[in-house]
């Protein structure tokens, strides 16, 4: 069965140069999809498409170019996050759009939340990037790894923030 | 709506790669305790929700608001704490009628003194 999980987010990514912001929407990533992808991104996203749950997330309304992926694996108890990137034009400071990494983390916790995981998200963070995700994404650090956990009340908080209620599973 | 940004020269990516079963269990163990840790501060909650409900309505609502102050600082879902909003909304019904029964009681009060006086 071809299972397509498609989540609207609102208002969830910002155009960088205007500061407008778009309504996005993400879904599990198709064959097609994967073709499609440009130049520059850095992982091999259709080797991780074959061996984990990978989704994508589009703002429809400038087009339908992927803004970002995310790959995931469902755990005992929690949703492990693999790998995270957006787009290679939302890389540097001259990045076109900003909030796409955010909109995708809010998806792994509502991933974990709907599957009876409590909202627990899992994640290894580079070095420098730790205390970001403690203040943006409420994650706590285990140990002093840089294995990083968002638990139960950070995931309903970010759900809030990016769903805002407002979500759909198609199947 | 509060979007979540990346640091001026930071780009947001995660590689995690493979995980050894010594980090997976630690993770497990680490999920493990913050269940227990919220477990048990709910329950404490419980216990003081249990004792607030048992005061007389004015006391109770007092108290109620006390500690819905306090939530607001911890509880990121607050707005879903049916208790808390519950407790808001009783003490914002009760607030003008526990208004002038103070100010009764003060010229209650001043009326028996000036007697006294006289």
């Known amino acids: 069965m071809l299972e397509v999980v498609i989540d609207k987010l609102t208002k969830s990514i910002e155009e960088v ?7 996005t929407n993400i879904a599990r990533v198709t064959a097609a999809d994967i073709r499609r992808l440009s130049a520059g991104w850095n992982f091999d996203w259709k080797q991780e498409r074959s061996e984990r749950e990978v989704y994508r997330l589009i703002a429809p309304a400038v087009g339908p170019t992927i803004q970002g992926l995310i790959s995931l694996e469902r755990r005992d108890d929690h949703v492990f996050v693999n790998l995270l990137e957006s787009h290679p034009h939302n890389v540097g400071r001259k990045k076109k759009y900003a909030g796409v990494p955010g909109n995708l983390m809010a998806f792994a916790a509502k991933i974990s939340q709907d599957a009876g995981f409590g909202g627990y998200v899992a994640f290894v963070a580079k070095t420098a990037l730790v205390a ?6 409420g994650a706590s650090r285990v140990g002093r790894s840089t294995k990083m956990i968002i638990n139960g009340a950070a995931a309903t908080k970010l759900i809030q923030q990016y769903f805002g209620g407002q979500h759909g599973i198609d199947s | 709506m509060g979007l979540i940004r990346e640091p001026d020269g930071v780009d947001f990516i995660i590689n995690s790669g493979p995980l050894t079963p010594a980090d997976i269990a630690e993770i497990s163990e680490f999920i493990r305790k913050d269940r227990e840790a919220r477990a048990k501060s709910r329950s404490a909650r419980e216990k003081l929700e249990a004792k607030a409900l048992a005061l ?7 108290l109620a608001y006390q500690l819905l102050s306090s939530l607001a600082s911890e509880e990121s879902n607050l707005p879903e704490h049916t208790w808390a909003t519950t407790a808001k909304v009783q003490f914002e019904q009760l607030q003008p009628v526990q208004a002038p029964a103070r100010s009764e009681k003060k010229s209650r009060r001043r009326t028996k003194s000036s007697t006294a006086k006289r």
């Open chain 2, 56 to 62: 007389p309505t004015a006391e109770r609502t007092q």
């Open chain 1, 132 to 137: 970001h995700y403690e203040s943006t994404l």
């Open chain 1, 17 to 23: 140069a205007t500061g407008r912001s778009f309504d």
